[in-house]
């Protein structure tokens, strides 16, 4: 049982650069996130997905964008990097209908824009 | 605005002590609240849950409480050990919206 797959764990970008990150989840859990966090700070939710087909806007979506064609992907892109958009980035997955499980975390992605 | 606090931003305490760590949210109609814990450079690690139909959970030396009313859940460790060393995050799933928001996180050194 994989949980959540994030890739690629490391990347840099020079300015102007377009990118995905990836993040895949076998738990057939229907919510996931995308999260930002940057040095000695909390987690700030990017965008996140009910279900396949439905996305919406988190605290700071700008210069993103997501997708979620099926329960398990739910990849995020980067247009046109900036940087400050330089940060560790988590997906998560959570069953969140009846009695809700943990919110479950990738390992990270450590994105540095130059 | 929906957001989620914590108080202290940094602890340090010896090793052998009980305390514990506030987390307070803006809007009581709350789904689930979570604590994680964070080493350094990694991801993060689930340590409880709390539905919003409960009071507390309990893992080991350590308790969380639930208050909805007042819009507050602490995390109780007990007999704290150099081991619990960690940032400790609290994040709140809003009823509704099922976002999960997170507080800043409050960083514990516990000295040996």
């Known amino acids: 049982n994989a949980g959540v797959t994030q890739t690629p764990k490391f990347r840099i970008l020079k300015i102007g650069q377009s990118m995905t990150l990836q993040c895949t989840q076998d738990?057939?859990?229907?919510?996931m996130y995308w999260y930002r966090q940057d040095p000695g700070m909390g987690l700030k939710l990017i965008y996140y997905s009910v279900g396949a087909g439905i996305t919406d806007k988190g605290e700071v979506p700008n210069g993103y964008n997501v997708s979620r064609s099926t329960t398990e992907d739910f990849p995020l892109r980067l247009e046109l990097a900036a940087p400050s958009q330089t940060s560790v980035y988590f997906c998560a997955s959570s069953y969140l209908t009846g009695v809700s499980s943990p919110l479950h975390f990738g390992n990270g992605t450590r994105l540095t824009v130059t | 605005k929906q957001e989620v606090t914590q108080i202290p931003a940094a602890l340090s305490v010896p090793e052998g002590e009980n305390l514990v760590l506030n987390c307070s949210f803006t809007?009581?109609?709350?789904?689930?609240l979570q604590w994680f814990r964070q080493d350094p450079g990694k991801g993060l690690t689930s340590l409880l849950l709390?539905?919003?139909?409960?009071r507390e959970q309990t893992s080991g030396r350590l308790n969380a409480s639930l208050d909805k009313s007042s819009g507050r859940s602490t995390l109780y460790i007990a007999a704290s050990q150099p081991g619990d060393s960690a940032t400790y995050l609290c994040a709140v799933a809003f009823s509704g919206t099922y976002k999960y928001i997170f507080g800043t996180g409050t960083r514990l050194k516990v000295l040996a």
């Open positions: 709390i539905q919003s139909s409960q």
């Open positions: 738990m057939n859990h229907n919510y």
């Open positions: 809007d009581s109609a709350i789904y689930n």
